[in-house]
T-cell receptor, first 114, second 111 residues
């Protein structure tokens, strides 16, 4: 079946602009996760959803970052007033539910802030 | 909060050589441990995982990992690598419904 998809695959934006990144999880997966990978670093947890609620937003680096999810479907990560340090690959993952289940990752969105 | 350390970030070896990548974690709760692999141009995929039971876990493509609780380690091994094993390898520990990743090992296998 279809895996996790993300769009756009690449995004170049000017400093100060807002961006929206989209994630489509695997159908039937109720848990959805956002991670960020900056150059030379491991993946950093940002936020996860169980259904459309976000029990854990503690990984969001600043109030410029927000995310929402519609039902148990698409999620959007929004970064307002982008800064150069926001440049990274943003990865989305989904799992059957939060807990002891494998997370399946999407291809990521490479964000470059100029 | 949980954390993971991976050493030897860049590894270069010849085909048929043995590979071992170290992973040490820190987490006070019940650990679920993972190794993910990212082949060039592809997205992250699961190599193997440990939840409970036999501490020696076998994964895809001949990889295995051993969970040693007393050492807080989950090292990845493969007895004989192939050129197609060239990839970046990430160790991760799950706690509080999130994965904490190490910085990864970039492995290059020379034919």
């Amino acid at each position: 079946g279809a895996g996790v998809s993300q769009s756009p695959s690449n995004k170049v934006t000017e400093k100060g602009k807002d961006v929206e990144l989209r994630c489509d999880p695997i159908s039937g997966h109720t848990a959805l996760y956002w991670y960020r990978q900056r150059l030379g670093q491991g993946l950093e947890f940002l936020i996860y959803f169980q259904g459309n609620s976000a029990p854990d937003k503690s990984g969001l680096p600043s109030d410029r970052f927000s995310a929402e999810r519609t039902g148990e479907s698409v999620s959007t990560l929004t970064i307002q007033r982008t800064q150069q340090e926001d440049s990274a690959v943003y990865l989305c993952a989904s799992s059957l539910t939060a807990g002891e289940y494998e997370q399946y990752f999407g291809p990521g969105t490479r964000l470059t802030v100029t | 909060a949980q954390s993971v350390s991976q050493h030897n970030h860049h590894v270069i070896l010849s085909e048929a050589a043995s590979l071992e990548l170290g992973c040490n974690y820190s987490y006070g709760g019940t650990v679920n441990l993972f190794w993910y692999v990212q082949y060039p141009g592809q997205h992250l995929q699961l190599l193997l995982k440990y939840f409970s039971g036999d501490p020696l876990v076998k994964g895809i493509k001949g990889f295995e990992a051993e969970f040693i609780k007393s050492k807080f380690s989950f090292n990845l091994r493969k007895p004989s690598v192939q050129w197609s094993d060239t990839a970046e390898y990430f160790c991760a520990v799950r706690g509080n419904n999130r994965l904490a990743f190490g910085k990864g090992n970039q492995v290059v296998v020379i034919p």
